[in-house]
């Protein structure tokens, strides 16, 4: 049976290897918003890294961070010079200066502030993997791959979204709805 655990729980979480996903990944090192998920998985983050916990993630959640912290640069962007997405698309937009920059800022925060501090694990998934992970459920692709990893390594994954809540591995979160699964 799978556990969930809230911040509370950290202490007795020392020796686990703790799997950050892109939401928590974005919450700490690209906060936006008024949401008080920036503080509350900034304060997990410090514990972890405090207890000297195996902070891990993978390729996948790296690249969902990028994509989804340009795409919320690009819809700032868009209500700050007050343009329609019809008049600026997602692609001109990251070729222009700014979104160039944004880029910059990105892979900046990547290199100096999350790649020091995480083990990068991986798995080459074969054939039969892929086909297990064809059919609908309520984790996307994506989420499976990461479920995958989380259980193959034993590691706690750190995440703010529900769709995880029907997995069969161990889940830290500050999600009212993830801790009730």
């Known amino acids: 049976m799978p556990h969930r655990y809230n911040i509370g729980h950290c202490p007795t979480l020392s020796a686990k290897p703790v799997f950050f996903d892109a939401n928590i990944l974005i919450y700490i090192f690209w906060p936006t918003g008024t949401s008080t998920w920036p503080a509350e998985y900034s304060t997990i983050f410090n514990t972890l890294r405090k207890q000297k916990n195996v902070l891990m993630t993978d390729v996948t959640v790296i690249s969902e961070v ?37 880029l910059t800022d990105i892979y900046t925060i990547l290199k100096n502030k999350i790649m020091p501090l995480f083990h990068i694990i991986g798995k080459v998934f074969q054939k039969s993997d892929i086909e297990g992970f064809l059919h609908v459920d309520s984790i996307d692709f994506s989420d499976m791959l990461i479920t995958s990893l989380c ?18 591995i161990d889940i830290l979160s500050a999600h009212p709805a993830l801790l009730r699964s």
Do not use: Q
């Open 66 to 102: 990028i994509n989804r912290s340009v795409r919320i640069e690009y819809d700032k962007y868009l209500v700050e010079k007050g343009i329609r997405k019809d008049e600026l698309s997602f692609k001109k937009f990251r070729e222009s200066p700014y979104g160039k920059e944004t």
């Open 151 to 168: 259980r193959d390594n034993n590691c706690i994954l750190l995440t703010n979204d529900r769709d995880f809540a029907s997995t069969d």
